[in-house]
């Protein structure tokens, strides 16, 4: 059952017995969210992307079902291992920009493959992880996605030659070419381009000597959170399509989706611990904030789909979190200003109920002014 369809009395039982503030998950849901990208991208071996949530138990449900886990810290290659990972088989340390000592780790357990997009890491991972295979992360349009991952990271094409071999040149294994058009990607043209792109650097790469085998299309498979018009399915179709048009079948094709596997699949309530009138406004007060499971209405905006366990009047309400700083309010526009949101008459005690809370929560919670994160509920 997905959290999103408990019952009010159902989700105040847990409440009772567990407290707030509280995330309650179905593994079911997760389940279901890596099958239908698993069967939709028939030809590629799925990573989940471990920083999207990697708390043990969705872990442990992804590795039952199957998948591997994109990586980027020693700390995520342990709740990996924990989780029942073989570092070799079913990890790949996808961030361009690691820390060497965790380089070093990820060698000693046996993980063997490594993305880069810059000469230092190809000195690093030389350094650290000797021989092994390497990915080369190209920059593509994340125009239209939510969170843009190419500003950061990423080769041009016109660099990507030059530095394949390089990493030859310094003993590592050039195995392939990734990319990432953004997270929450609405548009499935960014996938083509990007294939489109990579099919180009593997022929220049064949020019040049160099026979690469994989693809990497990371992740930015959506979620909804409000009206978005998301098809998985027909997102699959298109990549695999021209996958297979540009790359045939001997290419090896990878995915690294995070925020489409658990994104739905985890409700958060927070319950009212506050609350003031401030200039005409009404402010509510709650035990998650900003510092907690609301980041990323700071960083990209989300709206998360909210309801409460009250049927009052329809109030318009600022949403607060709990810690000293006036940043820490989680009811902002598309501007990211303040704003009010909504809701049924809401008063002390009374509980918060945001859905598509799975990506990108959890795992950006703080500890800020001694906050712990929210507690963790399975529901099957
Ligand atoms: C290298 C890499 N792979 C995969 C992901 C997962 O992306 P998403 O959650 O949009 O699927 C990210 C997100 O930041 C990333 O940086």
Not at 16 to 27: C, F
Not at 195 to 221: N, P, Q, W
Not at 334 to 342: E, H, R
């Amino acid at each position: 059952m997905n959290p999103n369809d408990l019952s009010l009395s159902q989700i105040q039982d847990l409440v009772r017995a567990h407290g707030t503030p509280l995330y309650i998950v179905s593994r079911q849901q997760i389940v279901e969210n890596f099958e239908r990208l698993n069967n939709g991208l028939p030809a590629a071996k799925i990573f989940y992307a471990t920083k999207a949530n990697p708390h043990a138990g969705i872990l442990e449900t992804l590795k039952a079902a199957g998948a591997g886990f994109d990586v980027a810290s020693k700390g995520e290659i342990q709740a990996a291992i924990n989780a029942g990972a073989n570092p070799q088989r079913d990890l790949i340390f996808a961030d361009t920009v690691k820390d060497p000592r965790h380089i070093a780790y990820a060698t000693s357990v046996g993980l063997d493959d490594f993305t880069f997009d810059n000469p230092s890491e190809i000195t690093q991972i030389a350094r650290h992880a000797p021989g092994t295979k390497v990915h080369l992360r190209l920059a593509v349009s994340n125009h239209g996605s939510v969170a843009h991952l190419s500003e950061k990271f990423g080769a041009t094409p016109d660099q990507a030659v030059a530095l394949l071999k390089a990493a030859r040149e310094a003993g590592l294994v050039p195995a392939g070419i990734s990319f990432h058009v953004g997270s929450q990607c609405l548009d499935n043209r960014r996938w083509v381009e990007a294939l489109e792109t990579t099919r180009e650097v593997f022929d220049a790469s064949h020019a040049a000597g160099m026979e690469l085998e994989t693809v990497d299309i990371g992740g930015g498979f959506p979620v909804r959170y409000g009206n978005e018009a998301i098809d998985i399915d027909a997102t699959c179709k298109v990549i695999t399509s021209h996958f297979h048009r540009l790359f045939g079948t001997d290419t090896r094709l990878v995915a690294e989706p995070g925020r489409a596997i658990v994104g739905d699949a985890m409700i958060l309530v927070t319950k009212v611990i506050s609350e003031s009138l401030r200039q005409g406004q009404n402010w509510l007060y709650f035990d998650d904030g900003t510092y907690g499971s609301f980041l990323e209405v700071l960083l990209y905006q989300a709206q998360y789909p909210l309801r409460s366990n009250t049927s009052g009047p329809p109030t318009p309400y600022v949403l607060a979190g709990p810690t000293c700083d006036s940043i820490d309010v989680f009811s902002r526009d598309a501007k990211g200003n303040i704003a009010p949101v909504t809701l049924p008459e809401m008063h002390l005690d009374d509980l918060l109920i945001a859905g598509s809370m799975g990506a990108y929560t959890f795992s950006e919670a703080t500890r800020f002014n001694g906050f712990e994160p929210p507690k963790f509920v399975y529901i099957d």
